[in-house]
Every structure is written in structure tokens, then in C-alpha cells.
């Protein structure tokens, strides 16, 4: 007999009570049994498995850590080359760029270092000081070789010079070079600071123009520092350590406290050093046995776990290479000591161990009540369940008790009640059921169209009485989707070709699309009957295909419709074609004459809008320009800006050198605007006599005022001799700005009369100065105060005070 039989046999004949303690008993004897001997098994390969976690975790945050980290001076040095093709940098204005790094090296902390040198041999440069001060150095074709370094005040302007170095030439820089020869983005060698201090490596990145010229290199430091703070944070076992090796073996940070660099001297630099030369025992160990293992570092491809054994202890070593697109090669090691691993997995197994033998002795006696209380109520359920069976709803229950049992008993009372009303429930659903489907026949017969129903399946379900007399057949449950077309004839217009199954409207309802169709017609014996079908998918409250509905209908009538209707169009296309050539010689002429017509308007209104003097806009241009930019902005909510200028003292240039001189002026100053307006929506436009007006969509006060500075910088290149200017030898122009967020209430003429006042307020002041009206107090080169500009009136007020007549 087998042991499944013998259990069958007796089990029957045993007490309950009995089963369930010998039960409970002999599995927790049967665990406690395996657990002591498994738990030694367990705790060595536990220990060699959590060695494993412990190694991938770390080096997967330093891969991580080095990635993010590493990747902030590329990301610094792309910034600045974008900020320069984007012309938010001029490399001109080495001040302006000088501030920019300011405040780029304190946004970006990490760094240490961010600089720019010009291919002309300028250079300006940020450092961030151990302090937090940030020092600016430049070099400048006005002093050439002479670095000079500048303190800083909290807006990053230059206060004073600390030092100056001579002889320097950033082109001839080991960094500057690389960025060069590599053509792209690339890391410097690693290098110790000249005090001794720290290690650090540095980004680079040429920056070339759009004919591939070079502009200047972009160069990043990066303190290494930090990576090995970044090392000594981490939590390796008790004693263990990470460090990272140049290919060549040379150390470039660890996890102990010490550093990648030595300094035996004042007389000699720092110098790095071969991590198989560290005072660190371990970093030393480790490094000589990968030496000895891989005989090359190179070897190295990817990521491996080793076993070191040295004087009876064990390590567990794991090395990851780490590569970047910039050409760094490094290799992460992870060194763990066995012995930080295995103590406490020892001690707990011992633990767990104790705790099941104690767990024993309590299961016993546990098991001992709990059989006891549960088999009698359970007899109990056992019997009423056996009456529910056989229609007995009435039942008596041990509800009264407060454990287990009375809830389960409770419950099945419950599901007793609850059963019987479904029961009901749906008994009264069975009839409304039926009372729905008879209605819904019904309605499916009084529908003017043929109606079919297919089930999922895509089997004939229904058909109402049209559809059988149009089909010639009703419903053949046994016919298949496949089938449809061959079983009710269904063929493709003027065909003798089936009409393809995946193509009928049953077939793409059932796939949940609805479609149409007017290509099929039923062939009988006595006739072809051509239809147009409809076919939707009818689904459930949970979103399954549970009927596909198909409607058709007998379109005879249409396709003769259709017929007569195409031969009238072929006889009328005849006819237009007829038509067509007699006219086409009249239409070339028309076509020739509308041209002439066309060209000679094109020029009309050109030169309706172009000032003839100066070629360009004239003043009815400007005021339709600046309403139709003032409508389109008021919708948008976009700032709309406006410079008026004025030639200074151009009377005196009309009387002094002639009119012929002063057209001549006019021409010049007027193409020089044009040169300095490079967007083609804004307008240069002649206001009136020597005055122009520029008109400036999208653009805030801010763009205005560079653009004006743009312009005045025009002017002065072309050197226009005026001898009678009371403010300089040459011509010279006064500016006004105004810029403001179109609105309903407010008109364009504002707009004009704040700028018209800054140009007064220009004049006032001395002329060939530009004043922006846009802001509070009124922005002034040079910047003024308001007492300077003789009062609180400014565009903000005017929109408040609504000047009577606008």
C-alpha cells in the first residue's frame, strides 16, 4: 500500500481535533528542523550574496555620482558657446561676459574655474575662492600678455586688482591646444594644484563661427576633491573602500583619508602617485593583485567580482570601467572585507534559530486550544450548510459568539440572506427580460430597413423581415463570418467575385469599426438587388464586443439615379470643353493685361508708402505699420516698442554745409538705421524732416534700448563731418523709447507721445543720449534720477491721467 492510500484510509477515522494538532505540530517540527540545518547553508551564501548587492549598489551610485557630476562643466562650457551663436554674449565686451561668468560660477558651485579665450589671445575668466568670493581675471589686446586679476563687489562689477601676471598667452595653454586639435568637446589631463591643495581636471570646447572659423575656447574646472568626499560618504560594510584608477594605475580619488597627491617638499610640486604605492595596506593590496590578475589595467573592459585571499582573510573586490563621450577611461573599485558581512549573518541565523525552538513549544499548546474551539462550531456550520443545499433557508447559527467563528458564522447567515434575495431578484429580472426582448423584436420589425444581429462569434443571431426578403434566406445559425458571402450570394458590384469577407461591415463591427458600404449586391435567381450596408459594434459596460448590428437597404433606385446623372454630366462636359477653348484666347489676354495691370500697381503703392529722399518708409506707412501692430499685439498681449530719433542740430548742417549736403546726410543716416534694424517685422520709418521713428513689435524696452545703441554706434561710424554741432564734430542723433502692452483703453498715440518725450527729455539733457520713457524713473545714458528729468511724468502716468483728445 502507498502512502497517499494509507492516509486515505485512516484520516477519515481520526478525530479532527487530533488532525489539526499533529498537523500544526509536524510542520512546525518539519521548519524548525530545516531552519537549524539550513541556516549555516544559508548564512555563508547569504553573506556572499549580500557582498554582491553591497558591490553593485556602490558602484552603481559612484557611476552615477561620476556621471552627474562630470557632466556639469561640458554642460557649462555648451551654455556659454550657445550664449555666444545666440549673440546673448558678445565677445567684444569682455566685461559684460566677465559678469556673466560672476554670476554662472555661482549658479553652478560645483565648479571651480569657467573661462573664455578669444582666438585674438583675449581672455576673461571667473574663480570661485575657498571662501565663496569670486575674483574675475581679463586680458586684453589694450594690454597685451598681462593677466590681470580684479576682486569683485556682490553685483559682479571690478573693484580692484589684486595681481597681474605677464607673459601670458591662453593660446599657448596645454588646454587650449587640446580644444583645438580634438575639435570638440574633450577633458584635460588631471593636474595638482600649484599650491598643493587639491587635484582637479578641466572641460574644454572650441567655439567656432558659422563659415567653421574658430571664435574662442571655452574652458571649465573641476576640483576631484569632492569625488573623493563623494567616495568617503558612502557606506562600505564596516572597513571597506572605493577608490578610482586612471588606466595607468595612477590614483584619482578614494574613499580613505588619503589624498591622490604627494608633497615632499616647499622645493618640489605635488606630484601624483600609483595606487600601488599607497600608504593605504588594503589600496595597496588591492591595486598589486589587479596587476598581477589582469597584468594591464586596460584589460579591464567590463564589469567584474573578485576574490582576494591575503594572510587568511578574504575580500570581495568589484571593478567597473567608467568611460564618458568626452575620453575619460577610469576604473571604480569596490573593496569589501569578508568578515564585515559575515559576523552579523551568523549571530542572526543563531538568533532565528533559538526563536524557532521557542516557537515550537508554543505551537504546541496553541494548536492544542484551537483545535478544540473550532472543530465543535464547525460541526455545526457543516450541518446547516448541508440543509441549504436541499432548499432549507431556515437555519439555526452560532451567531452569539464573539471569536472567529461567530463572524463566519454571522457571515454565512448573511450570504443565506443575501442569496435568497438574488434568488428573487433575479427571478424578477427573467420576466422583465423577456417583457424587453418581445419589445425590442418589435421595434426592429418597424424599422424601414433590412436589420441583422451577429453574436461575437460572428454567427447569424437575427434578422428582421425586410432583411430576409431582401437576403432571400433568414438566419443559418451554423453559418460562419468566413461563409457570410457564399451563403446569401453576396457579390461585388458587376462582379462574379464573391464579395471578400474581411471586407463586409459584420467582419469590421465585430473588430469595433464602424463602416459603411455601397460595392455589394445580392444576386437571386430572378434578379440582382444592389445594397447599401451599415455595420456598428454594439459592446458592454466593460468595453467587450458582445453583437455586431448590421442595416441595409435596397439602393435600386439610386443607382439609376446615378446612372442618368453621370451621362448628363459626360454631355455637359462636352460642352464646357466646347466652351472652355473658345474662351481660353480670351483668358491669355485678360491674364496678360491683369498682369501689366498688377506690376503697375505694386509699384504705385510702393511708392506710396516709400519716402523718396531717404527709400525708406514714409510717414502714412508708419501710422497704418504701427495701428495694424498695435491691433494684432492688444490680442496677443505681447509689449510693443517705439524709438524716436532725431538728427541733433541738423539746421545748422542744412544752413552751414546746403540742402544737397543735407539730403545727402539724410540718405546716409536713414540706410544706417535700416543696416542697425536687422528683424524684418520692425519698421524704419521717416517721421517727418530729420526726425525717424522706429517701430518695434515684440520687443520689451530692454531690446528697444539695444537697438538704439546699435543705431547711435551706426551713426558714428560714418564719420559725418558737422563742424556746427555744439556737441561734437559729427552727427550725431537724440533717441526716445517707449514701450508698452497694447490695451483697449489705451491708443497708439501714447505710445508716440511717450517716446516724443523721451526725445525732449534727450535734447534737454545735451543731445547724441538715448532716454527710455518705459520706465520709473526714465532709464537715461547717462542714467539720470527723475529730479534730473524735471518730474514724475512717465508713461505709466500717462496711462492713468488719459490725456484729454487721445
Not at 544737397?660 to 524732416?689: H, N
Request: hydrophobic residues 40%.
Amino acid at each position: 500500500m502507498t502512502i497517499k492510500t494509507v492516509l486515505t484510509k485512516y484520516s477519515g477515522q481520526l478525530p479532527l481535533h487530533f488532525i489539526i494538532i499533529a498537523a500544526m505540530v509536524g510542520q512546525i517540527l518539519l521548519v524548525v528542523g530545516l531552519t537549524g540545518w539550513l541556516s549555516f547553508r544559508h548564512g555563508q551564501w547569504a553573506a556572499n550574496e549580500l557582498a554582491n548587492q553591497v558591490r553593485q549598489e556602490v558602484t552603481q551610485r559612484i557611476c552615477q555620482h561620476l556621471k552627474n557630476y562630470l557632466a556639469v562643466p561640458h554642460l557649462v562650457n555648451q551654455t556659454n558657446v550657445d550664449a555666444i551663436k545666440l549673440g546673448l554674449l558678445d565677445l567684444n565686451n569682455l566685461n559684460q561676459v566677465g559678469r556673466y561668468l560672476w554670476h554662472q560660477i555661482q549658479t553652478f558651485n560645483t565648479v571651480s574655474y569657467i573661462g573664455l579665450a578669444t582666438a585674438q589671445g583675449e581672455y576673461v575668466g571667473a574663480q570661485m575662492r575657498d571662501n565663496g568670493t569670486v575674483i574675475l581675471e581679463f586680458l586684453t589686446n589694450t594690454q597685451p600678455g598681462q593677466l590681470q586679476t580684479w576682486e569683485t563687489d556682490n553685483q559682479g562689477y571690478p573693484t580692484t586688482r589684486s595681481s597681474t601676471v605677464l607673459h601670458y598667452d591662453p593660446r599657448q595653454r596645454p588646454w587650449y591646444q587640446t580644444a583645438i586639435i580634438d575639435k570638440g568637446p574633450v577633458w584635460s589631463d588631471i593636474y595638482v594644484y600649484v599650491s598643493g591643495v587639491g587635484t582637479s581636471i578641466s572641460a574644454n570646447q572650441p567655439i567656432m563661427d558659422a563659415q567653421s572659423q574658430l571664435l574662442a575656447v571655452a574652458t571649465t574646472d573641476l576640483t576631484l576633491r569632492k569625488v573623493g568626499n563623494f567616495l568617503n560618504s558612502l557606506q562600505i560594510g564596516r572597513t571597506g573602500q572605493a577608490f578610482i584608477l586612471e588606466r595607468s594605475g595612477l590614483l584619482v580619488a578614494t574613499s580613505t583619508a588619503e589624498k591622490p597627491y604627494r608633497k615632499l617638499s616647499d622645493a618640489v610640486p605635488a606630484q601624483r602617485f600609483a595606487a600601488t604605492t599607497s600608504n593605504d595596506l588594503l589600496t595597496q593590496l588591492t591595486a598589486r593583485y589587479l596587476q598581477q590578475h589582469f597584468g594591464q589595467l586596460t584589460q579591464i573592459q567590463q564589469p567584474t567580482q573578485l576574490e582576494l585571499v591575503e594572510a587568511s582573510h578574504r575580500y570581495f573586490l568589484q571593478t567597473v570601467p567608467y568611460q564618458d563621450q568626452w575620453g575619460l577611461d577610469w576604473l571604480i573599485v569596490v573593496v569589501l572585507p569578508a568578515a564585515d558581512v559575515m559576523a552579523p549573518i551568523y549571530a542572526n541565523a543563531w538568533a532565528t534559530l533559538m526563536l524557532c525552538l521557542l516557537a515550537v513549544v508554543v505551537a504546541i499548546g496553541l494548536s492544542i486550544a484551537i483545535s478544540r474551539r473550532i472543530v465543535q462550531p464547525l460541526h455545526q456550520l457543516n450541518i446547516a450548510a448541508q440543509q441549504l443545499a436541499i432548499g432549507y433557508w431556515e437555519q439555526t447559527l452560532p451567531i452569539a459568539r464573539n471569536d472567529e467563528i461567530g463572524h463566519l458564522a454571522r457571515s454565512f447567515q448573511q450570504m443565506v440572506e443575501q442569496l435568497k434575495q438574488s434568488f428573487d431578484t433575479l427571478a424578477a429580472q427573467n420576466v422583465q427580460l423577456r417583457v424587453n426582448e418581445r419589445k425590442l423584436v418589435q421595434f426592429l420589425e418597424a424599422i424601414p430597413v433590412g436589420v441583422f444581429v451577429f453574436d461575437a462569434n460572428g454567427s447569424p443571431y437575427y434578422a428582421n423581415q425586410i432583411a430576409q426578403q431582401l437576403l432571400g434566406k433568414g438566419v443559418i445559425p451554423a453559418v460562419t463570418a468566413a461563409q457570410l458571402s457564399e451563403v446569401y450570394q453576396a457579390y461585388l458590384v458587376d462582379t462574379q467575385h464573391f464579395y471578400p469577407s474581411h471586407r463586409l461591415p459584420v467582419v469590421r463591427a465585430l473588430w469595433g469599426e464602424a463602416t459603411s458600404i455601397d460595392d455589394i449586391e445580392i444576386h437571386r435567381e430572378d434578379k440582382i438587388i444592389p445594397l447599401e450596408v451599415w455595420g456598428t459594434p454594439i459592446i458592454d459596460d466593460y468595453d467587450k464586443i458582445i453583437f455586431a448590428l448590421v442595416a441595409f437597404q435596397d439602393i435600386t433606385l439610386r443607382k439609376q439615379a446615378t446612372l442618368n446623372q453621370q451621362r448628363f454630366t459626360e454631355r455637359l462636359e462636352q460642352l464646357n470643353q466646347q466652351l472652355a477653348e473658345y474662351s481660353r484666347t480670351l483668358e491669355e489676354k485678360v491674364l496678360a493685361r491683369t498682369a501689366e495691370l498688377e506690376q503697375v500697381n505694386q509699384e504705385l503703392q510702393r511708392l506710396a508708402r516709400i519716402d523718396g529722399l531717404t527709400q525708406v518708409a514714409n510717414r502714412r506707412f508708419f501710422d497704418e505699420c504701427l495701428q495694424l501692430e498695435w491691433n494684432i499685439l492688444r490680442r496677443e498681449q505681447l509689449p510693443l516698442s517705439l524709438i524716436l530719433g532725431d538728427i541733433d542740430y541738423f539746421k545748422r548742417y542744412n544752413d552751414g554745409y546746403g540742402h544737397p549736403a543735407g539730403d545727402e546726410c539724410l540718405r546716409q543716416v536713414a540706410q544706417a538705421l535700416k543696416q542697425s534694424v536687422k528683424r524684418p517685422a520692425d519698421l524704419v520709418a521717416r517721421y517727418g524732416g530729420e526726425e525717424f521713428a522706429i517701430v518695434m513689435p515684440n520687443t520689451p524696452a530692454k531690446g528697444a534700448w539695444h537697438v538704439a545703441t546699435l543705431i547711435q554706434a551706426a551713426i558714428k561710424q560714418l564719420n559725418l563731418v558737422h563742424a556746427y554741432s555744439p556737441v561734437s564734430d559729427y552727427v550725431t542723433m537724440s533717441f526716445g523709447i517707449a514701450s508698452l502692452i497694447p490695451s483697449l483703453s489705451v491708443l497708439p498715440e501714447v505710445l508716440i507721445i511717450a517716446a516724443d518725450k523721451g526725445l525732449y527729455e534727450a535734447k534737454k539733457l545735451g543731445r547724441n543720449r538715448i532716454v527710455d520713457f518705459s520706465t520709473d524713473p526714465p532709464l537715461c545714458s547717462p542714467r539720470l534720477t527723475k529730479e534730473g528729468l524735471g518730474g514724475d511724468w512717465t508713461i505709466s502716468s500717462m496711462l492713468e491721467s488719459k490725456p484729454s483728445g487721445l
